[in-house]
T-cell receptor
Framework: EDQVTQSPEALRLQEGESSSLNCSYTVSGLRGLFWYRQDPGKGPEFLFTLYSAGEEKEKERLKATLTKKESFLHITAPKPEDSATYLCAVARDNYGQNFVFGPGTRLSVLP | ETGVTQTPRHLVMGMTNKKSLKCEQH?????MYWYKQSAKKPLELMFVYSLEERVENNSVPSRFSPECPNSSHLFLHLHTLQPEDSALYLCASSPTSGGATDTQYFGPGTRLTVL
């Protein structure tokens, strides 16, 4: 069964304390991996798409990387406004736009 | 309006009521989606429409009935819901569907409470 897991479930950081979030996947044929940010009571906001192992994407304090089994979202010198739930989702061969979403990592950055 | 909009943002309904959720996308996309997000659970895909035709229905109970009159509008009609249907209902759109791997862009969601 195709599966996406994320760790940790929750993470508390001090402002400026860099860390990484993990998204591990077990799917039959990866077509793309997506990272989203979701604030409480709002819809997910698109961050990155990664298509192949070794690919990296950066945006401000965030950097996403992809291997054959997992993806990392690195957060460098986070600020309180980076507090949110970060979701990853996987697109698979033969499933079109039927993504598998992970449960998310809830990030809190304290001032 | 830009992006994907949803109305209402909050809805409280009784188990015998009938209501509808509305989604509109202003991105010129051809595919639209309904998702359910419950507490402590990953997003669950409910329906996919491509060019106004339903292409996927993930075994959703018949008390949820989608409608896509054109590529910009999507509705979710609700009737005789159960308390466990209380959740955040999210609409999304993407440029294409089917074999493509397109980014999906989400609306703000409708918070539904069933009493």
């Amino acid at each position: 069964e195709d599966q996406v897991t994320q760790s940790p479930e929750a993470l508390r950081l001090q402002e400026g304390e860099s860390s990484s979030l993990n998204c591990s996947y077990t799917v039959s044929g990866l077509r793309g991996l997506f990272w989203y940010r979701q604030d409480p009571g709002k819809g997910p906001e698109f961050l990155f798409t990664l298509y192949s192992a070794g690919e990296e994407k950066e945006k401000e304090r965030l950097k996403a990387t992809l291997t054959k089994k997992e993806s990392f979202l690195h957060i460098t010198a986070p600020k309180p406004e980076d507090s949110a739930t970060y979701l990853c989702a996987v697109a698979r061969d033969n499933y079109g736009q039927n993504f598998v979403f992970g449960p998310g990592t809830r990030l809190s950055v304290l001032p | 309006e830009t992006g994907v909009t949803q109305t209402p943002r909050h809805l409280v309904m009784g188990m015998t009521n009938k209501k509808s959720l509305k989604c509109e996308q202003h991105l010129g996309h051809n595919a639209m989606y309904w998702y359910k997000q419950s507490a402590k659970k990953p997003l669950e895909l409910m329906f996919v429409y491509s060019l106004e035709e339903r292409v996927e229905n993930n075994s959703v109970p018949s008390r949820f009935s989608p409608e896509c009159p054109n590529s910009s509008h999507l509705f979710l009609h609700l009737h005789t819901l159960q308390p466990e249907d209380s959740a955040l209902y999210l609409c999304a759109s993407s440029p294409t569907s089917g074999g493509a791997t397109d980014t999906q862009y989400f609306g703000p969601g409708t918070r539904l409470t069933v009493l």
